[in-house]
């Protein structure tokens, strides 16, 4: 299904899309989390300095369809931490997780990362586990007024 699914690195110029791609999969997908704990996480699209230089120091997949519409995106930040990773809702359950990922998986190897690990949602869970991926932690934090569990997991590589 991902057959015509292009993956490009994103740059500075795809900030704002893939603010939108964030705000879609958290506000509009299927999700564990209630309305307010979706709203206090992604209250709005992402804009700005603090946005564009969190994005700007990882190296961000992101899919885009033969419209040119990108469909999800994913990042690698410092020390193997995959910070997003996000599908607007049309796609998921697609593939396209799992080709957004054997990519930074890929550039993860070629930096020599010895593990890969993330703070995943209750949605990403699954799809990390059938990564690879094991549970390290189970965890509660805090968004304003609205706690959220999550888990961090890892992948070894080494």
Do not use: C
Request: proline content about 3%.
């Amino acid at each position: 299904m991902t057959d015509h699914i292009e993956l490009h690195w994103a740059t500075q110029a795809d900030h704002a899309t893939l603010a939108d791609v964030m705000y879609d999969a958290v506000r509009n997908g299927p999700s564990k989390y209630s309305e307010a704990q979706r709203a206090a996480w992604v209250p709005e699209r992402r804009s700005g300095d603090a946005w564009d230089e969190r994005l700007a120091r990882q190296d961000v997949i992101q899919a885009r369809n033969p419209e040119g519409e990108t469909l999800g995106f994913m990042s690698l930040d410092a020390e193997g931490y995959i910070d997003f990773a996000y599908i607007r809702p049309a796609a998921q359950g697609s593939g396209l997780f799992r080709r957004m990922f054997e990519a930074i998986e890929q550039k993860a190897r070629e930096k020599g990362e010895q593990r890969l690990w993330v703070h995943a949602s209750l949605m990403a869970q699954p799809a990390f586990a059938r990564m690879g991926f094991t549970v390290v932690e189970q965890q509660v934090v805090h968004i304003g007024e609205q706690s959220f569990e999550r888990a961090e997991m890892e992948k070894v590589l080494a």
